[in-house]
Nanobody
Framework: VQLVESGGGLVQPGASLRLSCTAS????????MRWVRQAPGGRPEWISH????????AYADPVKGRFTISRDNFKKTVYLQMNNLKPEDTAVYYC???????????????RGQGTQVTVSS
Protein backbone atom coordinates (compact mmCIF):
# COMPACT_ATOMS: atom_id res chain seq x y z
CA VAL A 1 0.00 0.00 0.00
CA GLN A 2 1.49 3.29 -1.07
CA LEU A 3 0.33 6.89 -1.27
CA VAL A 4 2.59 9.37 -3.02
CA GLU A 5 1.83 13.07 -2.75
CA SER A 6 3.27 15.66 -5.09
CA GLY A 7 2.74 19.22 -6.25
CA GLY A 8 3.82 21.19 -3.23
CA GLY A 9 6.20 24.11 -3.34
CA LEU A 10 6.99 27.66 -2.34
CA VAL A 11 4.51 30.22 -3.59
CA GLN A 12 3.48 33.78 -2.87
CA PRO A 13 0.19 34.68 -1.21
CA GLY A 14 -2.66 34.57 -3.68
CA ALA A 15 -1.07 31.89 -5.82
CA SER A 16 -2.46 28.46 -6.66
CA LEU A 17 -1.15 24.94 -6.37
CA ARG A 18 -2.57 21.57 -7.31
CA LEU A 19 -1.61 18.66 -5.12
CA SER A 20 -1.84 15.07 -6.33
CA CYS A 21 -1.82 11.82 -4.42
CA THR A 22 -1.40 8.61 -6.39
CA ALA A 23 -2.30 5.36 -4.72
CA SER A 24 -1.16 1.82 -5.30
CA UNK A 25 -1.46 -1.55 -3.65
CA UNK A 26 -5.14 -1.42 -2.80
CA UNK A 27 -8.54 -0.97 -4.44
CA UNK A 28 -8.57 2.81 -4.51
CA UNK A 29 -12.11 3.15 -5.81
CA UNK A 30 -13.76 1.66 -2.73
CA UNK A 31 -12.21 4.09 -0.26
CA UNK A 32 -13.11 7.59 0.78
CA MET A 33 -10.05 9.83 0.75
CA ARG A 34 -9.03 12.82 2.80
CA TRP A 35 -6.46 15.56 2.81
CA VAL A 36 -4.96 16.61 6.11
CA ARG A 37 -2.22 19.09 6.84
CA GLN A 38 0.19 19.72 9.64
CA ALA A 39 1.85 23.03 10.27
CA PRO A 40 5.18 23.20 12.11
CA GLY A 41 4.56 22.50 15.78
CA GLY A 42 0.88 21.93 15.17
CA ARG A 43 -1.50 19.01 15.20
CA PRO A 44 -2.78 17.33 12.05
CA GLU A 45 -5.74 19.25 10.68
CA TRP A 46 -8.40 17.71 8.48
CA ILE A 47 -9.11 19.95 5.53
CA SER A 48 -11.10 17.97 2.97
CA HIS A 49 -12.86 14.71 2.28
CA UNK A 50 -14.25 13.00 -0.81
CA UNK A 51 -16.32 9.85 -0.92
CA UNK A 52 -15.29 6.76 -2.84
CA UNK A 53 -17.06 7.68 -6.07
CA UNK A 54 -16.69 11.42 -5.60
CA UNK A 55 -20.32 12.11 -4.94
CA UNK A 56 -19.83 13.94 -1.67
CA UNK A 57 -17.15 16.44 -0.75
CA ALA A 58 -16.54 18.34 2.45
CA TYR A 59 -14.17 21.09 3.51
CA ALA A 60 -12.91 22.61 6.70
CA ASP A 61 -13.96 26.20 7.20
CA PRO A 62 -10.45 27.70 6.74
CA VAL A 63 -10.25 26.37 3.17
CA LYS A 64 -13.89 26.43 2.11
CA GLY A 65 -14.32 28.35 -1.13
CA ARG A 66 -10.59 28.25 -1.93
CA PHE A 67 -9.75 24.54 -2.10
CA THR A 68 -11.38 21.88 -4.27
CA ILE A 69 -10.95 18.15 -3.83
CA SER A 70 -11.44 15.71 -6.70
CA ARG A 71 -10.47 12.20 -7.67
CA ASP A 72 -9.91 10.04 -10.71
CA ASN A 73 -10.49 6.42 -9.80
CA PHE A 74 -9.06 5.19 -13.11
CA LYS A 75 -5.81 6.96 -12.35
CA LYS A 76 -6.05 6.07 -8.65
CA THR A 77 -5.36 9.67 -7.83
CA VAL A 78 -6.91 12.26 -5.54
CA TYR A 79 -6.28 15.95 -6.10
CA LEU A 80 -6.44 19.12 -4.08
CA GLN A 81 -6.70 22.34 -6.06
CA MET A 82 -5.67 25.19 -3.80
CA ASN A 83 -6.42 28.75 -4.86
CA ASN A 84 -5.80 32.09 -3.20
CA LEU A 85 -3.21 30.58 -0.89
CA LYS A 86 -2.47 32.33 2.37
CA PRO A 87 0.56 32.19 4.67
CA GLU A 88 -1.53 30.25 7.18
CA ASP A 89 -1.88 27.46 4.61
CA THR A 90 1.80 26.68 5.09
CA ALA A 91 2.05 23.06 6.17
CA VAL A 92 2.92 19.56 5.10
CA TYR A 93 -0.06 18.17 3.23
CA TYR A 94 -0.92 14.49 3.43
CA CYS A 95 -3.50 12.41 1.67
CA UNK A 96 -5.12 9.89 3.93
CA UNK A 97 -7.23 6.82 3.37
CA UNK A 98 -10.73 7.13 4.74
CA UNK A 99 -13.55 4.69 5.17
CA UNK A 100 -13.56 1.62 2.92
CA UNK A 101 -16.53 -0.21 1.51
CA UNK A 102 -15.42 -2.56 2.93
CA UNK A 103 -12.09 -1.84 4.59
CA UNK A 104 -10.94 -5.43 4.72
CA UNK A 105 -7.28 -4.37 4.77
CA UNK A 106 -7.81 -1.97 7.70
CA UNK A 107 -6.26 0.91 5.78
CA UNK A 108 -8.24 3.73 7.33
CA UNK A 109 -5.89 6.44 8.53
CA UNK A 110 -2.95 5.42 6.40
CA ARG A 111 -1.08 8.43 4.98
CA GLY A 112 1.57 9.19 2.44
CA GLN A 113 4.87 10.91 3.09
CA GLY A 114 3.41 14.36 2.54
CA THR A 115 4.29 17.32 0.36
CA GLN A 116 5.42 20.68 1.72
CA VAL A 117 3.45 23.78 0.87
CA THR A 118 4.98 27.10 1.86
CA VAL A 119 3.17 30.36 1.26
CA SER A 120 5.37 33.37 1.78
CA SER A 121 6.14 36.71 0.19
Amino acid sequence: VQLVESGGGLVQPGASLRLSCTASGFTFGIYDMRWVRQAPGGRPEWISHITSVGGTKAYADPVKGRFTISRDNFKKTVYLQMNNLKPEDTAVYYCEIGRGYPDTLNLRGRRGQGTQVTVSS
